[in-house]
């Protein structure tokens, strides 16, 4: 079995900074792409940015400098830092990875709330 478990959401103010953070355990012997979406309240679950193995790296663009993902491959683990943050920003965050032969794993997801 594989598990995600996210952590780092909260309650920040408008321009502020979060981290997430995301790590990935169980019987993973090698991740292709991990990302990060969100879902708004009465919306669609978006993309948000996902980093290949190689190290690329994808927006959407509505967070184009203001996020940054990173990983660490020897840690299973995946980062997204969110600055400048807005309150359409406010939404569940989740994290997924994807691992050899299609298979996608999700998070359970956090809260994050840009509110002042």
């Known amino acids: 079995q594989v598990q995600l478990v996210e952590s780092g959401g909260g309650l920040v103010q408008p321009g502020g900074s979060l981290r997430l953070s995301c790590v990935a355990s169980?019987?993973?012997?090698?991740?292709?792409?991990m990302a990060w979406f969100r879902q708004a309240p009465g919306k669609e679950r978006e993309f948000v940015a996902h980093?290949?193995?190689?190290?690329?790296?994808k927006y959407v663009d509505t967070v184009k400098g203001r996020f940054t993902i990173s990983r660490d491959n020897t840690k299973n683990t995946v980062d997204l830092q969110m600055n400048s943050l807005k309150a359409e920003d406010t939404a569940v965050y989740y994290c997924?990875?994807?691992?050899?032969?299609?298979?996608?794993?999700w998070g359970q997801g956090t809260q994050v709330t840009v509110s002042s």
């Open positions: 169980g019987s993973i012997y090698s991740i292709n792409t």
């Open positions: 980093m290949t193995s190689s190290g690329i790296t």
């Open positions: 997924q990875i994807q691992i050899p032969f299609a298979r996608i794993y």
